[in-house]
């Protein structure tokens, strides 16, 4: 079940630098603080707040998580994902979340 606001964006996926770490895509920090204002109360611990996310047509249900040293939200990519879609690090996405 989608959630009734839809958001669509253009960002880069990139590599946290811890070991093993997660792929992520930021959501602009303009459309992040709209979100954090207008929806923030939908979050649970730690920022996170559930999402449903699209990819070249491709959908499935993850959260978004407000990183409080970027002031942004971050998406997790999964591997299924990457790897089904070829996605690369610093290559352009357009993503689509519904909250």
Do not use: C
């Amino acid at each position: 079940m989608k959630g009734t606001i839809t958001y669509q964006f253009s960002t880069n996926l990139w590599k946290h630098d811890s070991p093993g770490g997660w792929y992520f895509v930021s959501l602009p920090k303009q459309l992040s603080k709209e979100i954090r204002e207008n929806l923030g109360w939908q979050e649970e611990g730690w920022g996170r707040m559930k999402t449903e996310a699209e990819i070249k047509n491709h959908q499935w249900k993850t959260a978004i998580w407000f990183d409080t040293k970027m002031q942004l939200y971050v998406l997790p990519i999964k591997a299924e994902i990457r790897e089904k879609l070829n996605l690369e690090i610093n290559k352009m996405i357009e993503i689509k979340i519904w909250i």
